[in-house]
């Protein structure tokens, strides 16, 4: 059985010196603590035991423009997600939502909406009670 499901995501900004700003604040309260980010290239990994870690990068592309794909991230707990939501405010996400239960999506499923500073849109979710049951 696969222990992980996603490697990496690398992402697409408009201004470079913004993003590092905001996601230098973000990816450590999320978990990805080792900051292995160059000129080229912010890259933040989540680090620990023997295993390979996953990463969030960015890069800069100053045509980028951001569209309807959403990147959501995992949360432990929902007052997890509202600790993240109050960072995001201060750091300046754009277009908050919540955090607030999304009884539509699932039941339990609480989840906080934003976007960076270039539009690209995240979330933070958890939740209570898994989608598919395995059989």
């Known amino acids: 059985m696969k222990t992980r ?13 913004r993003a590092r700003e905001f996601y230098g604040k973000l990816l450590p309260a999320l978990g990805f603590t080792s900051d292995r980010s160059d ?21 800069e592309d ?5 569209n309807e794909t959403r990147i959501s991230f995992w949360a432990e707990s929902r007052a997890e997600i509202d ?6 405010h201060e750091i300046g996400g754009k277009n908050l939502e919540g955090p607030e239960l999304c009884r539509e999506y699932s039941p339990g499923y609480y989840a906080f ?21 395995e059989r």
């Not at 100053?62 to 951001?66: K, L």
Request: aromatic share 14%; net charge negative; hydrophobic share 40%.
């Open 5 to 17: 499901y996603l490697d990496h995501i690398d992402l697409r900004v408009q201004d470079m010196a």
């Open 39 to 59: 000129q080229e290239c912010g890259t933040f990994y989540a680090v620990g035991g023997d295993r390979t870690s996953e990463f969030f990068a960015f890069t």
């Open 62 to 66: 100053r045509q980028h423009e951001p």
């Open 83 to 88: 600790r993240i939501a109050r960072l995001v």
């Open 113 to 133: 909406f934003f976007e960076d500073p270039d539009g690209n849109k995240l979330e933070i979710c958890f939740r209570e009670n898994p989608i598919i049951v």
